[in-house]
């Protein structure tokens, strides 16, 4: 496992790890908004590392990557961009891509902008381009929004607290995330927020990409379908930010999208839903590579 440093900008150096075999196909983990690549889970990674080259990365203002916003602002289409300079210096041309959420939403700009640069794409807990929170201008298809109960604690997201009233927010987060079906459990996520915690050294919440100019996520839907990068499209039948049919709308778009379901998964990845998110993202990649 090695560790890098990459400057993306004049102004931000992304944090990036890298481990499994280098010379095997490359595997690149895109986090969502305002999380860190510390919140995808050790066992997932080394999992996937088992076949894989496995890269996660700090968005910008996360993690151990800088934090400027403020002096430096950003759209979120220049996340995209990120994780291209993240593969140019490690080296890598053709990257299997794994995006949660917002990350779902940066791997479908490089589907559309940078094909040439992916070998495959699995994407879940997420929103089309062009629709609910990819959706800035409004103007996209009637699906149904986020949980009432999270727009509330999101209207708080950036406020100043202890750290141990930091952590009891977080988890409490979680346990809405987490969705209703799969039983939550309070330490595995409070463990997890203290690694991030560890691995950021502070717990100053990370809000920046709620403040990130939004513009340049609508693409032409026709680019969406003419994709031909092999894309697996996972719905989580639970998930509180973006419930069906969000998933089946985004693989509908996708002209190369197939649709699988993990049953109880919400918008977290709690140890229940690790082992069948790994297999099905292992045999997306490995048909993907045994292709043309």
Known sequence: MS???IAVDPHYRIWAEDRGDPDVTA????????????A?????VDR??????????DHRDTGRSTRAFSEHPYAIRDLATDAVAVLDALGIARAHVVGM????TLVQLLLVD???RLRSATVFATSALGAGLADPEGTGPALPGPDPRLLEMWAEMGDEREPAAELDWRVAHWRILNGDALPFDPAEF?????RVTAHSGTAAPAFA??????????RDPAALAAVGVPTLVIEAPEDPINPPPHAQYLAGTIGSARLVTIPGMGHALPAAVVPRLAEEILAHTTTADAGP
């Open 209 to 218: 990409h709620a403040l990130a100019d939004q513009g340049g996520l609508g």
């Open 40 to 44: 995808w889970p050790d066992a997932l």
């Open 114 to 116: 940078h094909p040439e």
């Open 101 to 104: 959420s917002l990350g779902g």
């Open 190 to 194: 409070r463990a997890l927020e203290e």
């Open 48 to 57: 996937l590392a088992d076949r894989h080259r496995v890269v996660r990365y």
């Open 3 to 5: 560790e890098h440093y």
């Open 27 to 38: 595997l690149l983990l895109i986090m969502g908004a305002n999380a860190s690549g510390a």
